[in-house]
T-cell receptor, first 113, second 110 residues
């Protein structure tokens, strides 16, 4: 089975721009969770999607949004980028919803200049 | 607020040593994940446990629900075990996502 894939792997943007990151889960997995990792804050939960519905969201501003498609692929979008949004963005898929065993993708490293 | 605290933050040991990483968590967390992150960012899920003990190869994870404490042990450590180990708590039955510890940076010297 192919693992979780994320595209792109690296991205450089400037302040004020917006960005869309993509995550393809393991075949058959219907839950996709997104996380942000920075040196200062460590790993933080962004949101989880299950069967095209957002189940929950972490403590992030409305500039961070996401969606999930019928094939379980998910995208997250960050609008009006700030320098502090520079981070590694990880997605993880699981068969069940609710923080069960998760399989992580390699991440997208976003740099905001 | 759900919290997860790990110790130590950094750990350097010699090959073959027995390693213990600790994780304490707050009320409201019902299960814990142990994750391994290698340089470059890739994360591997090692264990998810809500009670007792789990073992996989040289890795052992235990959890004490009453004391709200979990440990990850590595027996016969090897340089390839060098990585960041992160514990993450499940709260709200999973409805609130994961709450992460700051991680333990482990270096095993040959």
């Amino acid at each position: 089975k192919a693992g979780v894939t994320q595209t792109p792997r690296y991205l450089i943007k400037t302040r004020g721009q917006q960005v869309t990151l993509s995550c393809s889960p393991i075949s058959g997995h219907r839950s996709v969770s997104w996380y942000q990792q920075t040196p200062g804050q460590g790993l933080q939960f962004l949101f989880e999607y299950f069967s095209e519905t957002q189940r929950n969201k972490g403590n992030f501003p409305g500039r961070f949004s996401g969606r999930q498609f019928s094939n379980s692929r998910s995208e997250m979008n960050v609008s009006t980028l700030e320098l502090g949004d520079s981070a590694l963005y990880l997605c993880a898929s699981s068969f069940l919803a609710g923080a069960n065993e998760q399989f992580f993708g390699p991440g997208t490293r976003l740099t905001v200049l | 607020k759900n919290e997860v605290e790990q110790s130590p933050q950094n750990l350097t040991a010699q090959e073959g040593e027995f390693i213990t990483i600790n994780c304490s968590y707050s009320v409201g967390i019902s299960a814990l994940h142990w994750l391994q992150q290698h340089p470059g960012g890739g994360i591997v899920s090692l264990f998810m446990l809500s009670s007792g003990k789990k073992k996989h190869g040289r890795l052992i994870a235990t959890i004490n629900i009453q004391e709200k404490h979990s440990s990850l042990h590595i027996t016969a450590s090897h340089p390839r075990d060098s990585a960041v180990y992160i514990c993450a708590g499940v709260s709200g039955g999973g409805a609130d996502g994961l709450t992460f510890g700051k991680g333990t940076h482990l270096i095993i010297q040959p």
